[in-house]
């Protein structure tokens, strides 16, 4: 029990901003714990949107946005302006996309995809503000992350570098995590139900168009994946 909390700690401390105790130096981070990680993450969103719920939609949904890109300190966001960059500069061209992906700087599809990412979560998070739904702030951040940790067991790295807890993680069990977020999705919000399709439709795209994955990947992929589900809930209000 003990080693599992240092574990989930370890994750914790990994992807989000937020302060949390000290493990022993050894305890890495676990693609199994991404997914309670989330659900973290969602609970926290969940409890600021209640206490936002009182004031205009917009500024609930403005005060949400921040909360929930400042809690992974804009690492998601980091890795989608560079695929981005990555797949709108190389033209198909194999050599000139792992370039650009690997290149500090951003460029005009950098920017435009922030733009449109970060517009995307405030629209979608304010009409939810209006229509005062708000359990599926739970959720959204859990079945994001169960589809990193997936998407590591089924696709080849594309370069050396990533994350050595990643590589070496070997295939994390994560059906538990699929059954437990499917019943919770069943209670609170029924079309989270489809949240599989659009993680199956990402990992798709990276074998077909990235053929592989890295960090960016990761990231950007819990970026889009969390547009598309919060769409997704606004699509039936």
Not at 171 to 176: D, I, K, S, V
Request: charged share 10%; hydrophobic share 55%; aromatic share 10%.
């Amino acid at each position: 029990m003990l080693e599992n909390k240092d574990k989930f700690i370890a994750t914790w401390s990994f992807l989000t901003t937020f302060p949390a105790p000290k493990t022993a130096q050894e305890t890495s981070p676990q693609l199994s714990m991404m997914p309670l990680v989330g659900l973290g993450l969602g609970l926290t969103f969940y409890i600021a949107a209640w206490l936002l719920s009182g004031f205009n939609p917009a500024v609930t949904g403005l005060l949400l946005l921040i909360l929930w890109l400042g809690s992974t300190g804009f690492l998601h966001l980091d890795g989608l302006a560079d695929l981005s960059d990555a797949l709108g500069a190389s033209h198909g061209d194999r050599t000139r996309f792992l370039e650009v992906l690997k290149a500090p700087d951003i460029g005009s599809f950098a920017v435009i995809a922030l733009i449109l990412a970060i517009l995307s979560k405030l629209v979608f998070l304010s009409v939810l503000g209006f229509a005062e739904v708000f359990a599926p702030l739970l959720l959204i951040p859990a079945w994001a992350r169960l589809g990193a940790a997936w998407w590591v067991n089924e696709l080849p790295p594309l370069h050396e570098g990533l994350a050595t807890w990643l590589l070496d993680a070997g295939e994390a069990n994560l059906t538990p995590w699929l059954i437990t977020l499917l019943i919770l999705s069943l209670l609170f919000a029924p079309i989270l139900l489809l949240a599989p399709v659009i993680l199956w439709a990402w990992k798709l795209f990276l074998e077909h168009k990235v053929q592989g994955m890295n960090g960016d990947c990761l990231g950007a992929g819990i970026e889009i994946c969390e547009i598309l589900l919060l769409a997704l809930c606004c699509l039936t209000l």
